[in-house]
């Protein structure tokens, strides 16, 4: 049988596989049997196929339909930031947010303006003039006290948990997320509701005690 080898690849492997005789007579012997390509199907045509008969069926648009809804939902409702609890025990703390230089800060000169190992504290330049308060979003009781007592322009109220979109189209007031707990873990805050406001060249974190919770009406 003659087989018309469609990759080099194949040519090897026939030969690891059929041990070649010692002595081969030379001739033409003719072609016995069926021929055929030895070749693997094209895989981007096998993948249009398959859209082609996924958008036929409207199924494509199904997918895509629901890739948006659950991509919707993630973003009004992030995860909630891990580790954090709300506060049992109040505590107070100093963070100094100096950042030392890894390596040589250079001006378009080539001039060294920041050698490295220098420390330095963005405070001692600019102020600290913004509040932040971070709250559980789950809690009514925390927005709404949050919102009595930092509602205004200088401050920024951040939720670890819930929904800040729901919350701001109700309250028609602007709330942000710590996505992932990147400011909680960076300050080292473990309980909510924490402040965080400017002393000096340093910040002030508090852990404070959250509000009372309401009491559930009776039927």
Same mark, same amino acid.
């Given at each position: 049988?003659?087989?018309?080898?469609?990759?080099? #690849?194949?040519?090897?492997?026939?030969?690891?596989? $059929?041990?070649? %005789? !010692?002595? *081969?007579?030379?001739? +033409?012997?003719?072609?016995?049997?069926?021929?055929?390509?030895?070749?693997?199907?094209?895989?981007?045509?096998?993948?249009?196929?398959?859209?082609?008969?996924?958008?036929?069926?409207?199924?494509?648009?199904?997918?895509?339909?629901?890739?948006?809804?659950?991509?919707?939902?993630?973003?009004?409702?992030?995860?909630?930031?891990?580790?954090? #609890?709300?506060?049992?025990?109040?505590?107070?703390? $100093?963070?100094? %947010? !100096?950042? *030392?230089?890894?390596? +040589?800060?250079?001006?378009?000169?080539?001039?060294?303006?920041?050698?490295?190992?220098?420390?330095?504290?963005?405070?001692?330049?600019?102020?600290?003039?913004?509040?932040?308060?971070?709250?559980?979003?789950?809690?009514?009781?925390?927005?709404?006290?949050?919102?009595?007592?930092?509602?205004?322009?200088?401050?920024?109220?951040?939720?670890?948990?819930?929904?800040?979109?729901?919350?701001?189209?109700?309250?028609?007031?602007?709330?942000?997320?710590?996505?992932?707990?990147?400011?909680?873990?960076?300050?080292?805050?473990?309980?909510?509701?924490?402040?965080?406001?400017?002393?000096?060249?340093?910040?002030?974190?508090?852990?404070?005690?959250?509000?009372?919770?309401?009491?559930?009406?009776?039927?």
């Amino acid at each position: 049988m003659t087989l018309r080898l469609a990759s080099l #690849s194949g040519a090897i492997a026939l030969s690891l596989v $059929l041990p070649l %005789p !010692s002595t *081969v007579a030379a001739g +033409d012997f003719g072609i016995l049997g069926q021929t055929w390509e030895i070749a693997e199907p094209d895989f981007l045509l096998t993948i249009n196929s398959k859209l082609k008969g996924l958008e036929a069926s409207g199924e494509l648009d199904r997918l895509n339909q629901q890739m948006v809804k659950r991509t919707k939902h993630r973003v009004r409702n992030p995860h909630p930031v891990s580790g954090i #609890s709300e506060t049992t025990k109040p505590k107070t703390w $100093l963070h100094d %947010p !100096s950042i *030392v230089v890894g390596k +040589d800060i250079l001006d378009h000169k080539g001039r060294v303006i920041a050698a490295s190992g220098t420390k330095s504290n963005p405070l001692e330049n600019v102020k600290f003039n913004r509040r932040m308060v971070f709250i559980q979003g789950n809690s009514k009781e925390q927005i709404d006290w949050a919102v009595r007592e930092f509602g205004g322009f200088n401050s920024r109220i951040i939720f670890v948990d819930g929904s800040p979109f729901d919350e701001m189209k109700e309250r028609k007031q602007k709330f942000y997320f710590d996505q992932r707990g990147f400011l909680v873990k960076k300050f080292g805050i473990s309980q909510v509701p924490a402040i965080i406001e400017g002393e000096g060249s340093f910040l002030r974190i508090r852990e404070v005690l959250p509000p009372p919770r309401k009491k559930a009406d009776k039927a």
